[in-house]
C-alpha cells in the first residue's frame, strides 16, 4: 500500500493564479482531511469529509474548496492564490477512530 | 483561542534520560487525545493516544499521562534516543468523533 500520497511535493504560485492540490488514499478509508501548517504552529484543519460525496468546513476554511467524489481522492482547490496560503499542506486519512495518517505534505509559496 | 497548548516549544535531553512534553486544553468535551510525531519534509505519524476516561496509556518507551481535572496531559520517553529527535504534536478529538485539534508542537533534540 502508498497509504496517503500527495501531489505536487513543492509549487510557487503568483498570487492570483489557481490551482489543486491532489490527495489519493489507497486504504479505503472513510475519513479525509486537509490541513495546513505555519511555521512555529500547529495544523489547522481546513476542511474534512466523511465519506464520498460529504464534505465539512473546518477552522480555517476561507479561500479554499473541496470535492469528495470517490473514496480514495479529496482534491483541495485555491482559486485566488493569495499571500495568506503561502503554507505546507498536509492530507490525511481515517478509517474509523483516532488515528489518521498523512500524506508527506505539499509546500506551496504565493508571491 | 487555542484549545490545545503546547507551551514549550523546544526541549533538549541527553541520550539515555527521561523526555517530558507537555499539553493543555480548554475544551472538556474532547474524548481522545494523541500525540504524533514528526521528522522534517515528512508527514506527523501517529504515535500513542489516550481515551479521557483513562489516566495513563503506555507502549514500549512512551508513555502519556493524563490528569482530566487540571486539562493536561503529558508523554513520557524512556529512555530517551539520539532517533527521537522530532517535532512532538498533542492532538485532541471533537465533534463527534469527526475532527481533531492539534497543538503547536514541541521540538525534542536528544543529545549523544
Known amino acids: 500500500n502508498a497509504g496517503v500520497t500527495q501531489t505536487p511535493k513543492f509549487r510557487i504560485l503568483k498570487i492570483g493564479q489557481s490551482m489543486t492540490l491532489q490527495c489519493t488514499q489507497d486504504m479505503n478509508h472513510n475519513y479525509m482531511y486537509w490541513y495546513r501548517q505555519d511555521p512555529g504552529m500547529g495544523l489547522k484543519l481546513i476542511y474534512y469529509s466523511v465519506g464520498a460525496g460529504i464534505t465539512d468546513k473546518g477552522e480555517v476554511p476561507n479561500g479554499y474548496n473541496v470535492s469528495r467524489s470517490t473514496t480514495e481522492d479529496f482534491p483541495l482547490r485555491l482559486e485566488l492564490a493569495a499571500p495568506s496560503q503561502t503554507s505546507v499542506y498536509f492530507c490525511a486519512s481515517m478509517r474509523r477512530g483516532i488515528e489518521q495518517y498523512f500524506g508527506p505534505g505539499t509546500r506551496l509559496t504565493v508571491t | 483561542d487555542q484549545q490545545v497548548k503546547q507551551n514549550s516549544p523546544s526541549l533538549s535531553v541527553q541520550e539515555g534520560r527521561i523526555s517530558i512534553l507537555n499539553c493543555d486544553y480548554t475544551n472538556s468535551m474532547f474524548d481522545y487525545f494523541l500525540w504524533y510525531k514528526k521528522y522534517p519534509a515528512e508527514g506527523p505519524t501517529f504515535l500513542i493516544s489516550?481515551?479521557?476516561?483513562?489516566d495513563k496509556n503506555e507502549d514500549g518507551r512512551f508513555t502519556v499521562f493524563l490528569n482530566k481535572s487540571a486539562k493536561h496531559l503529558s508523554l513520557h520517553i524512556v529512555p530517551s534516543q539520539p532517533g527521537d529527535s522530532a517535532v512532538y504534536f498533542c492532538?485532541?478529538?471533537?465533534?463527534?468523533?469527526?475532527?481533531?485539534?492539534f497543538g503547536p508542537g514541541t521540538r525534542l533534540s536528544v543529545l549523544p
Open positions: 492532538a485532541a478529538r471533537g465533534n463527534y468523533g469527526q475532527n481533531f485539534v
Open positions: 489516550i481515551s479521557s476516561i483513562k
